[in-house]
T-cell receptor, first 117, second 109 residues
Framework: GAVVSQHPSWVICKSGTSVKIECRSL??????MFWYRQFPKQSLMLMAT?????????EQGVEKDKFLINHASLTLSTLTVTSAHPEDSSFYIC?????????????FGPGTRLTVL | TQLLEQSPQFLSIQEGENLTVYCNSS?????LQWYRQEPGEGPVLLVT?????EVKKLKRLTFQFGDARKDSSLHITAAQPGDTGLYLC?????????FGQGTRLTINP
C-alpha cells in the first residue's frame, strides 16, 4: 500500500514552453501533497505544500506564478512549470500524506527528471 | 527556521568497515526519518524514530534518536557495496519535513 506515482518519469522540453507533471496516490487518499526539487548531488528542497481543494503554500523564494500547483482531487496533484528555462532543469519529486498517516508520514513518488534545452 | 545539519556529506570506505552518519539540529522534532535514495529515483523510507533515546535496528543498520529529539545517527556495520547510495535524514516539523543535506556513501569492494 501507500504507492505514489509520477508522470512522466522524464521530460525534455524547449526553453519557453510549459511542462506539466502529475503526482498520483494510487491506493490512498492524499489530503496533502508536497512538491520537492532536487539538484544534482544535493538534497531535497521543498517547493510547496498543497491541500486538496485549497491553494498551495509556497516556500520562500519559489515563484508561485512560475510553478503552478493544482490539487483538485484526493488522488491527484499537478505541477506545471511555466515558461521553462534551462535553470529549471532538475529532478522534481512529489510526496503524499494521507488522512491516517502515522507520524505525518509522507510517501514519495519516483521523481520526474526535467531537462530544458 | 528549522535546520538539520547532516555529516559527513561524502564518505567513501572499503567493504567491511563500519561507519556513522550524523544528523544534528538545534530544533526539536516530533519524529525523525531516514531515507535512502538511488540515482534517478525517489527516496525510500528506512525508519522513523519517534521517542527520545529510541534505537531501531534494520539488519546491519542501527538508528538512534537523541534523548532531546534534536539529533540522530545512522550506524552501518560491515558495510557492503550494496549499501552505496544517498542517505537523507529528515525531521518532522510542525507542517513539513526538514531534510538534511544528505550523505553520499560509496562502499568500495
Amino acid at each position: 500500500g501507500a504507492v505514489v506515482s509520477q508522470h512522466p518519469s522524464w521530460v525534455i522540453c524547449k526553453s519557453g514552453t510549459s511542462v506539466k507533471i502529475e503526482c498520483r496516490s494510487l491506493d490512498f487518499q492524499a489530503t496533502t501533497m508536497f512538491w520537492y526539487r532536487q539538484f544534482p548531488k544535493q538534497s531535497l528542497m521543498l517547493m510547496a505544500t498543497s491541500n486538496e481543494g485549497s491553494k498551495a503554500t509556497y516556500e520562500q523564494g519559489v515563484e508561485k506564478d512560475k510553478f503552478l500547483i493544482n490539487h483538485a482531487s484526493l488522488t491527484l496533484s499537478t505541477l506545471t512549470v511555466t515558461s521553462a528555462h534551462p535553470e529549471d532543469s532538475s529532478f522534481y519529486i512529489c510526496s503524499a500524506q494521507g488522512r491516517t498517516s502515522g507520524n505525518n508520514e509522507q510517501f514519495f513518488g519516483p521523481g520526474t527528471r526535467l531537462t530544458v534545452l | 527556521t528549522q535546520l538539520l545539519e547532516q555529516s559527513p556529506q561524502f564518505l567513501s570506505i572499503q567493504e567491511g568497515e563500519n561507519l556513522t552518519v550524523y544528523c544534528n539540529s538545534s530544533s526539536v522534532f516530533s519524529s525523525l526519518q531516514w531515507y535512502r535514495q538511488e540515482p534517478g529515483e525517489g527516496p525510500v523510507l528506512l525508519v522513523t524514530v519517534v521517542t527520545g533515546g529510541e534505537v531501531k535496528k534494520l539488519k546491519r543498520l542501527t538508528f538512534q534518536f537523541g534523548d532531546a529529539r534534536k539529533d540522530s545517527s545512522l550506524h552501518i556495520t560491515a558495510a557492503q557495496p550494496g549499501d552505496t547510495g544517498l542517505y537523507l535524514c529528515a525531521g518532522q516539523g510542525a507542517q513539513k519535513l526538514v531534510f538534511g543535506q544528505g550523505t553520499r556513501l560509496t562502499i568500495n569492494p
